[in-house]
Every structure is written in C-alpha cells, then in structure tokens.
C-alpha cells in the first residue's frame, strides 16, 4: 500500500512571495504519477500540477513547480509571486500505473494562507 | 467549474438510516471514483466504477455500496448509517486512463 505524507498542517505566505509545500511518499511501485491538488472553501477539488514519475524533468505550470526526487521519495510544490486566490488547502496525492484516473492516495494537507 | 455534479450538496440522516448521494459525470468520460473526506483530512478512496463494473476497492466495509449506470452517472449507498460517515463525500470522473480526473463539489452528509 501507498502512504502520502504531507508534514505541513499549516503555512502562510505574503503576497507577491514563494513558498513551497512539503510532500513525502512511500511505495514499491515503480511506475506512478504524483498529483498537487488545490481545496478552495468551495470544496472542489481542482488539479493543480502532476509529475509522471518516469520523468526526470520536473512539471511546471505558471507560477506552479514541483521538485520531484524520486529516490528520496520526494515531491514539494512551489508557488511564486504568490495571490491572494492561492489561498486553499493543497493536497499531495499518488496514482499507481497502470489505472483508470480517479484511484489515488491522498496526504492529509496543507492549509496555506497568502496574506496581503 | 467542471461538469461532475453531485446532488444533494448538503444532507442531514440519523445514525442507522440509508443514504443514497448521487454523481453525474462529465461528458464523455466513463469510470467515476467516490471518496470520503473527513474533516481536516484528505480524501479516502472508496471504490470506483468503470463501464457499471466496480474497478477497485478502498479499505471501506460492505455497507458502502455503490452503482454506475449505462449513462455513466453513479450513485454511492450507504447502510446502517453511523456517527463516523459525517463527512464530505466526493466523486472524480474520468476517461479511462486518461490521467486526469475532474472532481465535482461533493455532497456534505452529517450523520446525528
């Protein structure tokens, strides 16, 4: 089984600044995608980035990056030039290959707050 | 906002009742997964249905059931309803392999 780790149950950021999220997993699979959600107030769940995990280089999205380290079994997400939009909780999740999209293991969160 | 919608958005049942919540999925897309998520943590698979069959099962009891129809909308079941199922119930819908799933608002049950 897959466990997703995120050690962060909180963080705040100012305004127009970077901050990066934590995330740690742990698996034997050797073929898997890794996901960054965001949870707005609203409840919906959107995608924010994902990173295949035969890919060395790491995805990038607008203000949003990811550093992958596969070995360590690491997976942080950084937002720049932080908004006050950002505001929401930030999910890590995992994806074993080969499955329908849908079956994944989440981290607990992170509440990230971005203070004007 | 995408086009999973789940319906009620907000329910209230009384501990050992049955509950039925429902997802309709986005256009075109075949296999929808249900998850739970409690408050303050992240979401639980439950299962998944892909084509009306279950693909997959999370570490749920049997009184969670579930259906997905030929239009692939899904319902999610739940029997002898307890304290615990308080929670925010999600559904993802998805192509297949496609590796992008589309998560609609879920429906918030409270359990009294």
């Known amino acids: 089984a897959q466990t997703v780790t995120q050690s962060q149950p909180e963080m705040s950021v100012q305004e127009a600044e970077t901050v990066t999220l934590s995330c740690t997993y742990d698996t034997s699979e050797n073929n898997y995608y890794l996901f960054w959600y965001k949870q707005p107030p609203s409840r919906q769940m959107i995608l924010v980035i994902r990173?295949?995990?035969?890919?060395?280089q790491n995805a990038t999205e607008n203000r949003f990056s990811v550093n992958f380290q596969k070995a360590a079994k690491s997976f942080s997400l950084k937002i720049s030039d932080s908004q006050l939009g950002d505001t929401a909780m930030y999910f890590c999740?995992?994806?074993?290959?080969?499955?329908?999209?849908?079956?994944?293991?989440f981290g607990d969160g992170t509440t990230l707050t971005v203070k004007p | 906002e995408t086009g999973v919608t789940q319906s009620p958005t907000h329910l209230i049942k009384t501990r050992g009742q049955q509950v039925t919540l429902r997802c309709s999925s986005q256009?075109?897309?075949?296999?929808v997964s249900w998850y739970q998520q409690a408050l303050g943590q992240g979401p639980q698979f439950i299962f998944q249905?892909?084509?009306?069959?279950?693909?997959g099962r999370g570490n749920f009891p049997p009184r969670f059931s579930g259906l997905q129809f030929p239009n692939y909308s899904s319902e999610l079941n739940v029997n002898a309803l307890e304290l615990d199922d308080s929670a925010l119930y999600l559904c993802a819908s998805s192509f297949q392999r496609n590796t992008e799933a589309f998560f609609g608002q879920g429906t918030r049950l409270t359990v009294v």
């Open positions: 256009s075109g897309h075949n296999t």
């Open positions: 999740a995992f994806m074993k290959l080969p499955t329908n999209a849908g079956k994944s293991t």
């Open positions: 249905y892909y084509r009306e069959e279950e693909n």
């Open positions: 990173q295949e995990a035969y890919k060395q």
